[in-house]
């Protein structure tokens, strides 16, 4: 609870921060672009952050949103219904995560390395698969139903991020399914001795992980109109892990809420426009980012060599 009082202290402070630094902060489509983002790394947060609490990781997320909205693009462009689409690119990408699941289950692979392969993988077959820009083309009637009309689309991302945070919420918080997440994150021996089938809750958080990633790559096509397969979703899986971990998620697994998830994601739209407004270049956005993961790490550790001396 600590942790979520600190990180929403930190979002009010910047959001105050941002309105007050220029007069067109404080407009309307101003706060559709923040929507956007909020909506947009949200749901990748979301997914990532279900993960960390088993204790797993995943690099590969902005290769996924890269070829799942690729994919999207061209079931679009041949003509295929943009619901049957969507549903596609979704049973694809939950095809990735149970695959990751497999390998670091079955074969006991460390996560680090097989999600660090499937960024290069998925990245290679989103090139193979188009070497130019793939537009949403016929998606309007798609576009409408998820984003919205023109102006609306931030509106609307972030309905959809606040949906899946209320649905990873009652599942996270409310059901033993969630529990289990957080036992084997916590500790994968002790809850195996436990009785939890620890193997397939891990798959089942790498599904939830990816099957995200695939909706982040159907919101990132609706909204950008195109997708580029050399850099489409690029560095996404940064601004995710670094949201889990600015929202209370610890890196060792086992710790974490989604509404601190939420929150954690709200940081780095709100930097990104608080150095927009006062003149600071993009240049330094990924230094920002890292100082920011790097400050997230540091209070996670603090806080875990408090709870450390208060338990002993």
Not at 10 to 19: D, G, K, S
Not at 147 to 170: F, W
Request: charge should be positive; charged fraction near 10%.
């Amino acid at each position: 609870m600590i942790r979520l009082l600190g990180v929403l202290v930190v979002v009010i402070v910047l959001y105050l921060a941002m309105i007050a630094s220029d007069p067109n902060a404080r407009t309307q489509s101003t706060h559709q672009v923040l929507a956007g983002r909020l909506g947009s790394y949200g749901v990748l947060t979301l997914g990532v952050g279900v993960l960390i609490l088993s204790g797993g990781i995943d690099l590969s997320i902005g290769s996924v949103v890269g070829l799942g909205a690729v994919c999207f693009g061209l079931l679009l462009n041949r003509g295929v219904d943009p619901l049957v689409a969507a549903c596609a690119v979704l049973a694809g990408s939950m095809g990735i995560g149970l695959a990751h699941g497999l390998l670091v289950t079955g074969l006991g692979l460390q996560p680090f390395l097989v999600t660090l392969c499937g960024l290069f993988i998925y990245r290679g077959i989103a090139k193979w698969s188009t070497q130019v820009p793939v537009g949403r083309g016929s998606s309007d009637a798609m576009r409408l139903l998820l984003v919205g009309g023109e102006g609306d689309g931030g509106r609307n991302q972030i309905l959809v991020m606040l949906l899946a945070a209320v649905l990873l919420t009652l599942f996270v918080h409310g059901t033993r399914h969630g529990r289990y997440l957080f036992a084997i994150g916590a500790n994968e021996n002790a809850a195996k001795y436990a009785g939890i089938p620890t193997n397939r809750y891990k798959i089942l958080a790498y599904v939830i992980c990816s099957m995200m990633a695939g909706l982040g790559s159907i919101l990132y096509l609706l909204e950008n109109g195109s997708a580029d397969p050399t850099d489409a979703g690029s560095w996404l899986e940064l601004y995710a892990i670094t949201g889990a971990v600015l929202g209370g998620c610890s890196l060792r697994g086992g710790e974490g809420m989604v509404p601190g998830m939420v929150l954690g994601a709200a940081v780095l739209p709100l930097i990104r426009a608080l150095c927009s407004f006062n003149n600071v270049g993009n240049e330094i956005e990924f230094a920002v980012l890292g100082v920011a993961l790097l400050l997230g790490t540091i209070a996670d550790e603090l806080l875990k060599r408090g709870t450390l001396r208060r338990a002993g």
